[in-house]
């Protein structure tokens, strides 16, 4: 064989290795911009290509929604949106922030309505470009309804607007003693705002859902989804989708039937990423007395799904995120019981299983106060933020590179 021939095939070999290995197990801890007694990061890509982490700090009865960017390989100095000492402040039930294009951010947080305990309105504030401070609130949801409104996702769209999805509770009713969820069914809405906080259309996306798992949410051609635990005949809690086109709104459609039957919230909702009209959904459920965590694939917008890769079914606690690399490849993380009480764990897939080896991100812990890891791919690498919960809450960051 000539050399110019066995040249070539190595180049191949090794191009073929880079490009089908799985995850460097190198984790990177970065200096986190957040202070004691903090919790609930949330960590996303904004539209104008920056990343940002968003979190809230608690210093006696006050509440501080603050965020920092990533600059320079670091953290920019945190910057605070807004405080309260009225907010309903939860482990599941965290603030996110969005940006678009143009530098314009909104960010939400959740205040009390009423004594009961889970009365509260979603509250929106936004900051242009331009802008240097933090906009008055407004109130998400049109109703006045004194109940449970949250779990919000949030994205932007390319025209400078924001797409927001939330659990509704206004056709619920409060029980006697105002110390518990109504005994109505939650909905799912939707709404659509501008960066002056105008609401231009806000639509009931489903009249029947699971009362408290985290809703998820992307953009396809401009087109809003939202993915989310539904509440189905017999107490099947499986994952829906609905789909904006063409003006309206599409009827929910199972994503995949696990038949989950459970008298109750698991508080373990599902996340979505999209690239190039493709998108990745991951969750968490239960078959059989087995606990699992899935990914699937739609190359489609969801019209039609893959079928499930089981990521995790040993011992998952779910609490899953995912973004895709690419059309076709997607990053899923989850907390999962591992060795010890609990491991942030990660791992890379394409529509045919797992690619190279799942990766340990961090120990932590099932209790509530752990919250829900984050993850987000920005420039050739996976950052990750999640609460560390082992002796004091304090929101530790990291990365890795794919």
Same mark, same amino acid.
């Given at each position: 064989?000539?050399?110019?021939?066995?040249?070539?095939?190595?180049?191949?070999?090794?191009?073929?290795?880079?490009?089908?290995?799985?995850?460097?197990?190198?984790?990177?801890?970065?200096?986190?911009?957040?202070?004691?007694?903090?919790?609930?990061?949330?960590?996303?890509?904004?539209?104008?290509?920056?990343?940002?982490?968003?979190?809230?700090?608690?210093?006696?009865?006050?509440?501080?929604?603050?965020?920092?960017?990533?600059?320079?390989?670091?953290?920019?100095?945190?910057?605070?949106?807004?405080?309260?000492?009225?907010?309903?402040?939860?482990?599941?039930?965290?603030?996110?922030?969005?940006?678009?294009?143009?530098?314009?951010?909104?960010?939400?947080?959740?205040?009390?309505?009423?004594?009961?305990?889970?009365?509260?309105?979603?509250?929106?504030?936004?900051?242009?470009?331009?802008?240097?401070?933090?906009?008055?609130?407004?109130?998400?949801?049109?109703?006045?309804?004194?109940?449970?409104?949250?779990?919000?996702?949030?994205?932007?769209? /390319?025209? *400078?607007?924001? =797409?927001? $999805?939330?659990?509704?509770?206004?056709? %619920? @009713?409060?029980?006697?003693?105002?110390?518990?969820?109504?005994?109505?069914?939650?909905?799912?809405?939707?709404?659509?705002?501008?960066?002056?906080?105008?609401?231009?259309?806000?639509?009931?996306?489903?009249?029947?859902?699971?009362?408290?798992?985290?809703?998820?949410?992307?953009?396809?051609?401009?087109?809003?989804?939202?993915?989310?635990?539904?509440?189905?005949?017999?107490?099947?809690?499986?994952?829906?989708?609905?789909?904006?086109?063409?003006?309206?709104?599409?009827?929910?459609?199972?994503?995949?039937?696990?038949?989950?039957?459970?008298?109750?919230?698991?508080?373990?909702?599902?996340?979505?990423?999209?690239?190039?009209?493709?998108?990745?959904?991951?969750?968490?459920?239960?078959?059989?007395?087995?606990?699992?965590?899935?990914?699937?694939?739609?190359? /489609?917008? *969801?019209?039609? =799904?893959? $079928?499930?890769?089981?990521?995790?079914? %040993? @011992?998952?606690?779910?609490?899953?995120?995912?973004?895709?690399?690419?059309?076709?490849?997607?990053?899923?993380?989850?907390?999962?019981?591992?060795?010890?009480?609990?491991?942030?764990?990660?791992?890379?897939?394409?529509?045919?299983?797992?690619?190279?080896?799942?990766?340990?991100?961090?120990?932590?812990?099932?209790?509530?106060?752990?919250?829900?890891?984050?993850?987000?791919?920005?420039?050739?690498?996976?950052?990750?933020?999640?609460?560390?919960?082992?002796?004091?809450?304090?929101?530790?960051?990291?990365?890795?590179?794919?």
């Amino acid at each position: 064989m000539k050399k110019s021939n066995l040249s070539f095939l190595f180049f191949a070999f090794v191009f073929q290795f880079c490009t089908d290995s799985g995850l460097n197990d190198s984790i990177i801890a970065i200096d986190s911009p957040a202070g004691e007694n903090s919790e609930e990061p949330y960590l996303t890509k904004g539209a104008d290509g920056n990343l940002y982490l968003s979190w809230i700090e608690r210093n006696d009865n006050v509440a501080t929604l603050k965020y920092a960017m990533w600059q320079d390989d670091s953290w920019s100095t945190p910057e605070r949106i807004a405080e309260g000492s009225d907010w309903f402040v939860n482990w599941a039930d965290y603030p996110a922030i969005a940006i678009n294009k143009s530098g314009d951010m909104i960010a939400h947080y959740l205040q009390k309505s009423d004594t009961a305990t889970f009365s509260y309105d979603v509250k929106v504030v936004a900051k242009k470009a331009t802008d240097e401070t933090w906009s008055s609130p407004i109130k998400l949801h049109s109703d006045t309804v004194n109940a449970e409104h949250g779990f919000v996702s949030m994205q932007p769209f /390319d025209d *400078g607007h924001f =797409f927001l $999805t939330w659990l509704d509770g206004r056709n %619920t @009713t409060s029980n006697i003693n105002h110390s518990g969820h109504g005994s109505g069914t939650m909905t799912i809405r939707g709404a659509t705002i501008d960066a002056d906080l105008n609401i231009i259309k806000e639509n009931e996306l489903d009249n029947k859902t699971c009362d408290c798992c985290q809703t998820g949410a992307t953009i396809v051609n401009n087109n809003p989804i939202a993915v989310y635990r539904d509440r189905l005949e017999g107490e099947i809690r499986d994952m829906s989708i609905v789909k904006y086109n063409n003006g309206n709104w599409s009827s929910p459609k199972t994503i995949y039937p696990d038949n989950w039957e459970i008298a109750g919230c698991p508080v373990n909702g599902p996340r979505i990423s999209a690239n190039n009209g493709s998108i990745a959904i991951a969750w968490f459920s239960v078959s059989n007395d087995l606990a699992q965590v899935k990914l699937i694939f739609s190359d /489609d917008v *969801g019209e039609t =799904f893959s $079928t499930p890769i089981m990521v995790d079914d %040993t @011992t998952p606690f779910g609490r899953v995120d995912v973004d895709m690399l690419n059309n076709s490849t997607a990053i899923v993380s989850w907390l999962d019981k591992g060795d010890g009480e609990a491991e942030i764990k990660v791992a890379k897939y394409n529509r045919d299983g797992i690619i190279g080896k799942v990766i340990v991100v961090a120990q932590s812990k099932e209790s509530r106060s752990s919250g829900f890891p984050q993850m987000a791919i920005h420039k050739e690498k996976i950052y990750f933020a999640w609460t560390d919960s082992q002796k004091t809450n304090q929101i530790l960051t990291a990365s890795m590179i794919f």
